[in-house]
Structure formats: C-alpha cells, structure tokens
Nanobody, 137 residues
Framework: QVQLVESGGGLVHSGESLRLSCAVSGVPLDYVAIGWSRQVPGREREQVACLDNYDGASSYSDPVKGRFTISRHAGENTAYLQMDNLRPDDTAIYYC??????????????????????????????WGQGTQVTVSS
C-alpha cells in the first residue's frame, strides 16, 4: 500500500522560497511518476507538477512554470517541490501522489508516465494529507 507524507510547508513572504518534501513508502519511485497538486478550500484542485522517474521528464502548470522545480534525488524515495519567487496566489494546501504504476506500462514516449497522471490519481490512490503553504504580500 502506497503511503505519502508531505512536509515543508509554512508561512513566507512574497518572493521567498520553500521546499516541500514527499516521503513515499510502499512503492519504489525509480520507475513511476509522482506529482504535486494544490487546493484552496472551497476551490477546485489545481495541477502543479509531475515527474516521470522512469525517464526524468517533468511537466508544470503554467502558473508555476519557471518558478517551481519537481525533483527526486537518486537513491531516495522522497520527491521534492522547490518553490521560488512565491506569490500570494500560491497560497494553498499542497499534496503529492503516485499511483505506483510503472511508467513503462504507458508506452515508450518520453514522459508518458505523466500523461493523464492527475486523472489516474483521481480514479485510484488519491492524494496525501497535504501541507499548508501561505504566502503573505
């Protein structure tokens, strides 16, 4: 059973940085995709970033592109979300998830593990408990 624990959230000022961590147990991250989403209570969940550990491909939503970086250090079963130049509209609860399905099952194209990732998570495992990020102006 896949278990995820997010951490690293907090209160920062506009322009500052935070690094979120997502510790994963129950599945090795080496060959699967992992992603982050965020949600403001009362609003729809928003895609943030996805990393396909099978081939290293990453993708980002337009609001965070160029400011956020998703990564995983080799040998660690933890994913990270480096968030730079934070803005007040980045304030949300941030969640991570993986469905633990090897990306090779989705074909050989680069980054296939992140295709349809968010829909897969919605249908299967769901998201972690989340970590609050608050950015003041």
């Amino acid at each position: 059973q896949v278990q995820l624990v997010e951490s690293g959230g907090g209160l920062v000022h506009s322009g500052e940085s935070l690094r979120l961590s997502c510790a994963v147990s129950g599945v090795p991250l080496d060959y699967v995709a992992i992603g982050w989403s965020r949600q403001v209570p009362g609003r729809e969940r928003e895609q943030v970033a996805c990393l396909d550990n099978y081939d290293g491909a990453s993708s980002y939503s337009d609001p965070v592109k160029g400011r956020f970086t998703i990564s995983r250090h080799a040998g660690e079963n933890t994913a990270y979300l480096q968030m730079d130049n934070l803005r007040p509209d980045d304030t949300a609860i941030y969640y991570c998830a993986t469905d633990g399905v090897p990306s090779s099952q989705f074909g050989d194209l680069y980054g296939n593990g992140c295709l349809d990732f968010y829909a897969r998570i919605s249908r299967t495992t769901g998201w972690g408990q989340g970590t609050q990020v608050t950015v003041s102006s």
